[in-house]
């Protein structure tokens, strides 16, 4: 009886201790100290992970490769070979395509930029933050404009709001707290800025009510604050109209980088940080 008594007090205890723990983690989660502990977990548990990631895919991809060898082996459809080799062949060609287009967008450019993978976009948040490749040890500070590919030029994709030694999490611009200076494409005096929406679209707020905006132009970044270089795509007009407050005109944007290619971006460095 004694030893049940013994066994449920540790047991409230451990409870107790564990429930105290997770909530001074999460009162203090943006403190130095927690962020550093964060960083060593992550750390310790990387190599672990990696390793079950490792298995998981070779299991996969053991399974895929019973089940292709079966198929082949009772004489199966060369049409299914055909088709899963094409799919294989076009994601490798369209890695290849979005590194190399990257590739020029830097070299034409900017001479202080860092490629990196896009390794993770929760679901829950998908229109306001990526995971990127790239860490401290890499040189990505915090601020650190974030480009993607547009439609044959460079485009915003938001920029690094927390960095650990091989990660960065970036903000994208649409998410409802991003905010650019920005102006129109070919017409510098029609400014303003371009705010997310925390959906697939931006607005390009206090335009004059004399702007010359139309559908289908262009915004760009316009350099001012000084976090991203002018001239860079933000997104395409589909939509023009009266901000709620009747002051100003506001347009609606398509972004100009493309979600689907988002699996590589750069970082840009800026030259004090070079």
């Known amino acids: 009886m004694e030893f049940e008594n013994y066994s449920s007090d ?18 203090f989660q943006n403190h130095l100290f927690v962020i550093k502990i964060k960083t060593a977990l992550h750390q310790l548990s990387a190599p672990m992970a990696q390793r079950l990631s490792g298995v998981m895919i070779s299991q996969e991809f053991d399974e895929s490769s019973t089940i292709s060898n079966e198929h082949l082996r009772k004489g199966g459809d060369s049409h299914f ?28 450019l900017w001479s202080g930029s860092i490629a990196s993978r896009v390794i993770s976009r929760p679901p829950q948040r998908w229109f306001q933050e990526i995971i990127i490749d790239k860490g401290i040890q890499d040189g990505i500070f915090l601020d650190s404009p974030v480009i993607g590919i547009g439609q044959e030029k460079a485009a915003v994709v938001g920029h690094v709001i927390e960095v650990t030694p091989q990660t960065s999490k970036v903000m994208l611009l649409q ?39 139309k559908i289908g132009d262009l915004v760009v970044t316009s350099g001012l604050g000084g976090l991203f270089p002018p001239g860079i795509a933000l997104g395409w007009v589909t939509d023009i109209g009266p901000d709620p407050r009747q002051l100003f005109l506001q347009a609606t944007l398509s972004p100009a980088y ?16 070079s």
């Open 175 to 213: 998410d409802s707290l991003s905010s650019i200076p920005a102006r129109l494409e070919g017409h510098p005096s029609d400014d303003g800025v371009v705010e997310g929406t925390n959906a697939n679209e931006l607005l390009f707020k206090f335009l004059s009510r004399d702007s010359k905006v």
């Open 258 to 273: 493309m979600p689907g290619k988002l699996r590589a971006v750069w970082i840009l460095i800026h030259p004090t940080h």
């Open 10 to 27: 540790k047991s409230i205890l451990v409870s107790v201790f564990c429930l105290s723990t997770s909530l001074l983690l999460l009162l």
């Open 81 to 108: 070979s055909t088709i899963y080799i094409r799919s294989m062949n076009e994601q490798l060609k369209n890695e290849n395509a979005n590194f190399l287009q990257l590739l020029h967008i830097k070299e034409d």
